[in-house]
């Protein structure tokens, strides 16, 4: 089979993980994909920096409060990703005001 050999593998194993994570998120009421809950996010970076003592600004806690407690935890249990630390990212709603109920943190 050519299709192991060649580029294609990369894209394939891209929609397989696409698949899990949109599988992983049908529990939940999280009407965004990992990536678009990602880049809505951005203006939260700055807070989520693993020891970064900055404090989530209003644009990051608006944008929390925007996306959802269901949309905050599909991205918590998602693949690592690079630059944010899991643990500050999930203390984003209580210091946001945002009365989230805690992400269930598969392991």
Do not use: H, W, Y
């Not at 696409?18 to 203006?43: D, H, K, N, R």
């Amino acid at each position: 089979m050519k299709l192991f050999g060649s580029k294609a593998l990369p894209s394939l194993v891209f929609v397989l993980v696409l698949t899990g994570l949109l599988e992983q998120g049908e529990g939940t009421a999280c009407s965004s994909t990992f990536f678009s809950a990602l880049v809505q996010l951005i203006p939260c970076r700055a807070a989520v920096a693993p020891f970064s003592p900055i404090p989530p600004s209003e644009t990051c806690c608006n944008a929390i409060k925007s996306l959802g407690q269901p949309c905050l935890c599909v991205l918590v249990n998602g693949p690592p990703i690079s630059g944010v630390d899991r643990n500050m990212a999930l203390q984003l709603p209580e210091k946001c005001t945002a009365n989230f109920e805690p992400c269930d943190i598969m392991k």
